[in-house]
T-cell receptor, first 113, second 118 residues
Framework: AQSVTQPDIHITVSEGASLELRCNYSYGATPYLFWYVQSPGQGLQLLLKYFSGDTLVQGIKGFEAEFKRSQSSFNLRKPSVHWSDAAEYFCAVGAGGGFKTIFGAGTRLFVKA | DTGVSQDPRHKITKRGQNVTFRCDPISEHNRLYWYRQTLGQGPEFLTYFQNEAQLEKSRLLSDRFSAERPKGSFSTLEIQRTEQGDSAMYLC????????????????FGPGTRLLVL
């Protein structure tokens, strides 16, 4: 069955430090992968997506993610975190023909001054 | 492009009451999805429409839940005889499909309706 695992429930980084959020997926075919961000009480905003091609994808707000098929991973990175990046981040995979997106449980990012 | 909107943003109700939520998708989007998100979890798929047709329902969607999209535009999600376990954030998303495999679509989410059942 398709699944997404985000191993870190929460992460704390200092403002200006680099960030990497981990995501591992289980999917039988070529996955279609997404990262969304959710601020408290808000809906989800799409950060970036991977469908095919270049395994390093660029997103909004300075985020990027790298698809590694051999590791079944799609980790999200940012070189320098800003306080406004504090939020919950969800990795997701398009599944079941694509229309059912399956989400991980999320990683909450805390940013300290 | 005004994005996906949902109404109300918050709803408090007593157990046993019925509630209805509305979702207005991005105007040209032909697919509309409902998800439920409980605290500390990612969204879970409930159901989706392509135009006005409801094409799939999750086993999470009990008989007390019904969704409609009568004219292929906005959608409503009704919960009858609410239970405390229905307390959650209900998220709506929409997408546009065209040629090619459907799993290349990208879903855009609304702000959600937070339901609290007392």
């Amino acid at each position: 069955a398709q699944s997404v695992t985000q191993p870190d429930i929460h992460i704390t980084v200092s403002e200006g430090a680099s960030l990497e959020l981990r995501c591992n997926y289980s999917y039988g075919a070529t996955p279609y992968l997404f990262w969304y961000v959710q601020s408290p009480g808000q809906g989800l905003q799409l950060l970036l997506k991977y469908f095919s091609g270049d395994t390093l994808v660029q997103g909004i707000k300075g985020f990027e993610a790298e698809f590694k098929r051999s590791q079944s991973s799609f980790n999200l990175r940012k070189p320098s975190v800003h306080w406004s990046d504090a939020a919950e981040y969800f990795c997701a995979v398009g599944a079941g023909g694509g229309f059912k997106t399956i989400f991980g449980a999320g990683t909450r990012l805390f940013v300290k001054a | 492009d005004t994005g996906v909107s949902q109404d109300p943003r918050h709803k408090i109700t007593k157990r046993g009451q019925n509630v209805t939520f509305r979702c207005d998708p991005i105007s040209e989007h032909n697919r509309l999805y409902w998800y439920r998100q409980t605290l500390g979890q990612g969204p879970e798929f409930l159901t989706y429409f392509q135009n006005e047709a409801q094409l799939e329902k999750s086993r999470l969607l009990s008989d007390r839940f019904s969704a409609e999209r009568p004219k292929g535009s906005f959608s409503t999600l009704e919960i009858q005889r609410t239970e405390q376990g229905d307390s959650a954030m209900y998220l709506c998303a929409s997408s546009l499909t065209g040629g090619g495999p459907s799993y290349k679509e990208t879903q855009y989410f609304g702000p959600g309706t937070r339901l609290l059942v007392l």
